[in-house]
DNA sequence: CGAGTCGTTGGCAGCGTGTCAACGAGAGCC
DNA sequence: GGCTCTCGTTGACACGCTGCCAACGACTCG
């Protein structure tokens, strides 16, 4: 079934995408040392200097799998409903930790991927600006740029430690991430301490 | 001066501490994959193949430069002035802020250094476990350990971000790093939201 | 059905890592 | 002081992986 067929023509764009979603597979399950282009290539079913030829580098695919896990969750978080900002919150961690638990393997994949990397550490970086974006104008609409949004991206560390405490340690279950990213959220928007 | 004084004897122990404080200045400015065990021989002054005979592998060697980095804070922190647990707190993140301004590039290294590497992991695990226990004890003597040490632990992954925002980026300056980690510190201490 | 295009292939060159047998510096002994 | 023996140290070898490139041939167009 579905027979090899060696050397076949295909759209590039077709090719590109067969390329990308046999990579994503893999990058998904182990280290990125741990994946030669000649198993990037036989999982795409496709010469291995092919892959040199769409991307140029196994670090140019791998950036371009990043890239496309970051940017899936860009569906809409504007919807909350109206209430206290403790409510309101409380609703948008809801509504990331059903996010999360929906897609636990790629997301752990994401946040386990390959930090300290320059490159990668730009798409995450790009990523987190965007989802800043989207907490300050949900929950603190009136608060200052300038210390905010730096506040909530550096909240996301948080929330990629507090998922592993999570889904891979077990130490804290559902409940307790809530309280605790609930807890912090609050904190974060809410500049208690005096400088 | 300071003759190469090629293939001169050496105590093992020293010999390995020559290394690895070779090593640990090339990781500390270098990325895992662009340094090469010929940089870090010549940077040891010393034959490529010694690096293998005391450490076996790159990787290992890698790791026991990961370990000293994160094992070195490990001076006291318990002298900490009486007061509220505010002004507690505050001198704690004082604290932890002059070691990290001190050691900065080295922090850098650790923390983006490889993370998803699950022996890098590993070990910053434990090395966060030991900080976890130092701040509850600091801090919260009384907590239950239950959920308030995963707590902690999800803490330090702010602290990672934030002192990225600080050093790299540039996005908050050292007393707006402060005020986020005590505003933080003291939520997750305090655990406010209803479950 | 023949010619041209371009997606695709396989091999080559260079680099980096890990292994290993042999060398020789330094210590101990006579 | 010279000899011998230990073991820290070296340099070369084999292998795997990456990026490059010229040739091949599948598919299209006239």
Redesign the interface.
Known sequence: MTAPARGRRLDPDARREEIVAGALRLFAEH???AVSTTDLAREAGVARGLINHYFGTKRALYLEVVRRLTTIPEVAVEELPPGTV?ERT?AAVDWFLDAVDRHRGLWLAV????????DV?AIL?EADEIAADRVLAALAPDAPDD?Y???V??????????SR?WLV?G??DR??T???L???L???L????Q?
Do not use: K, N
């Open positions: 280290p990125y040392a403790e409380g946040g386990t991927g390959a930090a300290g990397d320059i550490d970086a210390p949004r730096a506040r991206r550096s909240f996301f560390g948080l929330v990629r430690s507090a405490e340690r130490t804290l409940a307790g809530r309280a605790l609930v807890d912090v609050l904190a974060v809410h500049r208690d301490s400088v």
